[in-house]
Structure formats: C-alpha cells, structure tokens
C-alpha cells in the first residue's frame, strides 16, 4: 500500500537566470560587426540596438512575411527597405534569400539582418521519411542523422531556422498531423524531438550548417476533439503536464531557439491568446529564452474563436498574451504603432518582443555576418535541385529502419530473386506520394518509388510486372480536395473493373503479388482529418480480386497514420508497414522486401481494429471495471460487439529473424529516493538471420494517490544480433522517473510498489516487482 502522507515533493527547477549587461558593448547607427558571442554581450548589443530603433521599425521585427501570391517578392522587398519586416517563410534558394538579405543590408536605416525559415521537418532536399516513420526506427542515431543531414542541406540553402520538430502527442489516428510526429506515447516522442533538437541546432546555432528550431504546436494540439484538425481541445491539468508538456519541455531543455504557438484553443483559450501557457508555463515556470511565433494566420482567428472582438483586439491580446511574432501578418504594422501611441499596449511590451527577435537573430550569427548561412554571391550553386546536393545513401538506409513487418506467414517474406513477381496498386508508382506531406524543398521527380526500386533490384534475376490496378480512391470529391493546391494525384481515366482485370491477369502470371496501398500524401496532411481510417473503396475492392486468384500476397502499406486494417490483415499473407519513406523509399522497401535489409522497426501508435475504438492507446488509465482477455465478463470496459483491443499495438513489429527475451532481474528490491536500482533482461537471436530488435521498459505505479497508467514507456534500447548471439540489456531507474502530477497539481513521487515489465513490445513482456521506499 502507498503510504500517501510520506509524499516526496520535486520542485521544477527554473532555468531563468540574471543577465547582467555590458554598457560599454555600443551600437552604432548600423548594426556593427559582432565578435563577442556570449550572453552578456548579446543583451548589451540588443539593449542599445533598441534605443536607436523607431517604434515603427520595432514593429517590423515583429513581422514574419510569407512569400506567396498575396505578397510576392516585389512586394515584400519595398516592405523591406522600410524596415518593416523581420523575417521571411517559403523562399528556399540562395539567390532569392541573398536578394532579400541585400535590400536590408543595403536599403534599410539600421541594416537589421532577416532570418529565414522553412518546414523543413523529415528532409530539406533528400526526403526522409515521414516522422511517424523515424518514430518507427526507435532509434536515437538515425534520428540524429536526419537530422544533421536536414540541417546541412537547408543551411546550404540560406535557411536559418525550422518549422520542426513537431512534438504534439497524437492519440487519434484520423487527425491527418500525425503524420508529422512521433505518435502516441509521451517518453518516445519527448526523446525523438530531444535528440533532432541537438541534432539540429548542434552546440552552436550560430555554425554554418547549423539550423534553429522551433518546436510545435505549443500546446496540446495532437488532443484535438475528433482527430479534426483546428478543433478545441479540453483536458485535465494533470493530463496536460503529465502527457502532453514532457516533450515539448525535452526539446526547450536540448536547446530549442523557437516556439510555435498552436492554433487550437486549449480548456477554452486559444493558444495565441494564452498568457498562463505562453508566460506563466513557458516563460517564468521553464524559463524559455527563446521566441514565440504564431501559426499561420492564427491572430486574425482570435476573431473567429471568439475571444477578439476586432484585428485591433486580436493584435493586442495576441501581444500581451506572449507571442513574439505573427506568421502571415497583415495587422502587426497596420495596429501596434497606434495602440502603443494611445495607450492600450506601452512601448516596452513591444520592446519585450523585440528583444526576443533581435536575441535569436545575434544567437544565429546574423549581426557578426548576415550571409552566414548564404557565403559569397559566387558561390550559389548553377543548378539549385542538382543530383549532388543529395544524401541518397543516407535517406536509403533511414527508410529501411524506418519499416515494420506486421504479418508474415509462413515466412513469405523476404521474396526470392527469382520467378515472376506482380507489382500492383495505385501507390506503386508514385514519386510524389512516396514523399509524403511536408516534403520541403524535395523534387517528386528525384524520387525513387516502388516500381523503380524493385526493377533495379531484380534486373537479371526475375521478371516483374506492373499494373496499377485502381485509382487511390474513386471518389471525385475527395480527388478534387487532395488536387485542390496542387496536381498530386493523376487518376487513371480507365473503368475500376477495367483497371481490377488487367491486374488480376497480371497476378495471375505471376508467382507471388506485391500489393502497394494505402493513402494519397495528402491524405495525412494538415487539414487532412478522416472519418474512415481504413483503406478507400477502390483499393479495398483490388485486394479482394487480388486474393481470389489464390497467389501470396504481400501488401506494402504507404500511409501517415495507422490504419483499420482487419480485412487486410486476414487477406494478406504478409504486410509492411512503410508509411511515406522518401526520395530513397522504393529502393529501400526493395532492400526489405528482397532480405537485403531485415526490417526492425516497431509501431510508434497502436493501429485499432476500427474507427470505433479510437482513442486506443497503451498507457490508458487503470479503470474499476478493467477488460482482461483472461475475463473479460460482462461488466467490464469494453465492447461487446468486436474484439477489443488493438490490431497492433504499440511497440509491435517482427523480424525476419527471431528473439527471445528472459525475465526480469533487479539489481535490487527496493529503491532508495536518491538511489538507483537496474532492471536487466537477457534479448537472444533465436534465429537463423543477424537482426536488430527494440528492447522495450514499461513501469506502472500499483497504487498512488490518484489513478495511474497500467503502463508507462521508460526506455528504450535498439540492439542488433547475430544469430545465435545474445546481450544483456540493462536500464537505470531512479526517483525521477517515478513522478507523476498529483490531484493538487504538485509533482510528486510516491513510495510503494512498481511493476516492471521488458519486452520487445507493450503487450508481450516480462515482469518484476520493486518497492520505492
């Protein structure tokens, strides 16, 4: 039992810290050159660049331009001789950024660089795959390649920050964003964000291949009601600090120079408008340095949540409530100036987001050299989308830890070099969707898809053939959605029935099928939410051809999101788990197709039976009334009228090879406060094939004070083995990874017993027990 009067109270430790300034640092009436880089040189050198700028020109700092139809770069040039803008969004090549950066240095009054930014989130030219993807890896190195691979090409593109990484804990699999991060649990997602952070940015955000970040959406928006995009969200404190917070503090902590704000309003106030959150939280409880920036348009909509009454209104909350920096801004220069001027914001709120602004523009090196990331005029490259500015080998060996084998009969997988193999689906071609949704400054047409990569794989081999097989879906309204910005998806003009018999013929000359389905790009995507995760219609209705005429089937999954797959799953003779895997996808789903890489990879969300089950997640609270498979009686939570439980859950994926896992040793019973015990496991290659496997460690608090997860993921171990070989896997426990936010909203740890569970995913583990004292 918990002794609950014998509570250990953590307090948060605040990183805010005095900065002394240095009055002898001057600034001339152009920004100088900078040399000394430190802390109290910057406040001096900003202090005193504020005393020399105008109030409009403040103002214009606050600014964040987007390049596009309604500001073209005509446009944004003149703003920019006057000194009202501070940064731009969406101009990706040397030449443009350097013609922009040459009007402030050689236009403007006082030469205050731009900074530039991108979403550059899984790849700025070589596309990886999609986050839910590198989550899928489990693996902290490959992580850290993306990421240093991410910011070399876009600083080699003039970029200085990015819109990444994205770190919302995401439950609900028809929210189409969770494409972008790193799935449902709050530990894995914290460390994924940590280690791009660093990765990222490096030690210095002022290197030449390094890249700012701006961590998103602060915060909570992978809780949006109904997985719709842009919707409310309304949750516990303790949920909030307890799930959704952790990571977005990990990416603060590993150094995170930005923050954007989220656009969903949270237990009533929109995010944009949340001085406790953006202040309180963010500011004075975490002591974040760094700047704040609006979503896209997200000021304007303070109108339209109901909370600005006017643009006047929404500019001035906005303000006050915290945001340093308006994306997308029409209102910050046309309102501010008079709102100061009649006495409803004072000059120094503006000064307060000004200095944020100038800080992170002296961290990035732009006043010590506004061409860091640019170099001279003559250096730009002649061909902006050359083959040599890729990192092929890299994005090929990412995708291929990237993927999850589901299902495997009878060991169908991996295929022979030989015979003939039928290819088929509506995604086996695609060089766009292969990239999926957020592919940055990646050319389709440097893509690798399916098609290609096994072609190159079985040249000399095997014979392959191709049919499309049906359109991604047939439904013209939602083709119409997905093309609505960009031609993404071309429709085959052909009848489904007319589409279905040639891939039936197809298949049926061949020894073995290769299904490749499942979502359009856009269909995981923002604005991209769907009532009905499972395959489209059109898609569904090939499978069903394809397996009556009786030959194995392999499908290979292309998607953003998990899907309802339990038709799927009983028609398939073996399944891949691929989501969208980049410019090297097609090549490296040959490599795990063919065996030339065993795939080790592990579900970053549970994949639900059906729509009806979500949310489903593995952390879920204990109940009075639990579901166990032992007894499930009557009277317990779940549904009578389907399986319960996932399809797969988290942390599940197979191997070509086999591990065995022993159980779990304590190095000791009982855990001292400020002590340390280790959980060890033996992990064996039971197999005939070398491989690697996630060593998974899951804790649950028995009893507390309030109602705990009947699991939480702690750590996580990649490990590879030789067949036959066998290691022990070991990891610490402490204290701090016993906390929990309490019924008072107080950080506690609390003694008693713990369960600890080892396993390679988070249903089939091992167990021991020890006590906190």
């Known amino acids: 039992m918990k002794k609950h009067g014998a509570t250990k109270w953590l307090s948060a430790v605040s990183l805010a810290v005095t900065l002394a300034l240095n009055p002898a640092f001057a600034v001339q009436e152009t920004a100088p050159a900078v040399v000394k880089t430190d802390t109290q040189a910057r406040d001096a050198y900003v202090s005193d660049l504020l005393q020399k700028m105008t109030l409009e ?397 096994m072609r190159s794989a079985l040249e000399g081999k095997a014979t392959l053939l191709y049919a499309k097989g049906a359109n991604v879906s047939n439904d013209k309204g939602i083709i119409d959605f997905l093309n609505e910005y960009e031609k993404a998806v071309i429709t085959d003009p052909r009848s489904p029935q007319a589409m279905i018999d040639e891939a039936v013929a197809t298949a049926r000359k061949a020894d073995v099928v290769v299904a490749v389905v499942g979502e359009a790009q856009g269909m995981a995507h923002e604005a991209s939410s769907r009532a009905d995760i499972t395959l489209p219609q059109s898609q569904r209705d090939l499978l069903q051809a394809l397996k009556a005429t009786g030959k194995p089937l392999v499908l290979v999954l292309m998607n953003g999101r998990p899907l309802a797959l339990v038709q799927e799953d009983q028609q398939a003779d073996a399944m891949l788990e691929t989501w969208f895997s980049g410019t090297e996808g097609g090549n490296a789903i040959a490599d795990v197709l063919f065996g030339d890489a065993n795939p080790s990879g592990k579900l970053p969300m549970s994949f639900p039976r059906s729509v009806g089950q979500i949310p489903i997640y593995f952390n879920h609270l204990n109940t009075g009334r639990p579901y166990t498979w032992e007894n499930p009686g009557k009277y317990t939570s779940h549904y009578f009228d389907a399986a319960n439980g996932p399809l797969y859950p988290f942390g599940y994926g197979l191997s070509y090879t086999t591990f065995s896992v022993s159980d779990v040793k304590l190095s000791s019973g009982t855990l001292a406060r400020d002590g340390k015990i280790t959980a060890s496991v033996d992990v064996t290659n039971t197999g005939k094939r070398d491989g690697a496997t996630v060593v998974q460690m899951y804790i649950q608090d028995v009893t507390a004070s309030i109602s705990r997860p009947v699991k939480e993921l702690k750590g996580f171990e990649k490990v590879m083995l030789k067949a036959g070989e066998h290691k022990t896997i070991s990891f610490p426990i402490d204290a701090g990874q016993l906390t929990f936010w309490n019924a008072g909203m107080q950080q506690v740890v609390e003694p008693g017993e713990f369960n600890v569970f080892i396993g390679l995913d988070s249903q089939r583990v091992k167990n021991g027990k020890f006590t906190l004292q």
């Open 57 to 453: 020109e403040k103002v214009g700092q606050l600014r964040l331009i987007t390049v596009g139809t309604e500001t073209p770069k005509e446009v944004i040039r003149e703003m920019i001789k006057h000194g009202q803008v501070g940064a731009i969004f969406n101009t990706v090549t040397r030449p443009d950024i350097r013609a922009m950066q040459d009007q402030v240095m050689q236009l403007s009054r006082l030469k205050i660089p731009l900074f530039f930014a991108y979403d550059v989130v899984h790849g700025q030219r070589t596309v990886f795959p999609i986050p839910l993807g590198l989550a899928a890896s489990w693996d902290r190195n490959v992580l850290a390649r993306v990421g240093k691979v991410s910011a070399f090409e876009a600083s080699e593109d003039g970029l200085n920050m990015t819109w990444a990484p994205m770190v919302d804990v995401s439950r609900d699999p028809r929210w189409g964003r969770v494409s972008e991060g790193f799935g449902e649990d709050t530990y894995l997602t914290a460390e994924m964000g940590r280690v791009l952070v660093k990765a990222l940015q490096g030690d210095d955000p002022a290197a030449r291949h390094a890249l700012m970040t701006s961590v998103k959406h602060f915060a909570a928006y992978g809780a949006v009601e109904g997985g719709r995009d842009y919707n409310t969200v309304d949750m516990s404190p303790q949920r909030l600090f307890q799930d959704y917070l952790p990571p977005f503090k990990a990416a603060l902590d590993a150094g995170s120079g930005g923050v954007m704000v989220a656009l969903n309003s949270l237990n009533g106030t929109p995010a944009t408008a949340d001085r406790w959150l953006l202040k309180d939280v963010l500011r004075d409880q975490w002591g974040f340095k760094g700047i704040t920036i609006s979503d896209h348009g997200a000021i304007k909509e303070l109108m339209k949540h109901g909370v600005a009454a006017d643009p006047q209104d929404a500019v001035r909350i906005a303000l006050e409530s915290g945001v340093n920096m308006s994306m997308n801004d029409e209102y910050f220069m046309q309102y501010l100036p008079q709102l100061v001027k009649s006495g409803k914001l004072s000059e120094q709120e503006i000064d307060d987001a000004c200095r944020h602004v100038l800080n992170v523009k002296y961290d990035m090196g732009l006043f010590r050299d506004a061409y860091s990331h640019l170099g001279p005029a003559g250096s730009d490259p002649q061909d902006t989308n050359a083959e040599s500015r890729l990192h092929r080998a890299d994005a090929r060996e990412v995708a291929r830890q990237s993927m999850v084998l589901l299902k495997n009969r009878l060991d169908l997988l991996p295929l022979k070099k030989q015979g003939t193999i039928a290819l088929i689906g509506p995604l086996a071609d695609s060089k766009r969707d292969i990239m999926g949704s957020w592919s940055a400054a990646g050319v389709a047409q440097q893509s690798v898809t399916v098609l290609e990569g």
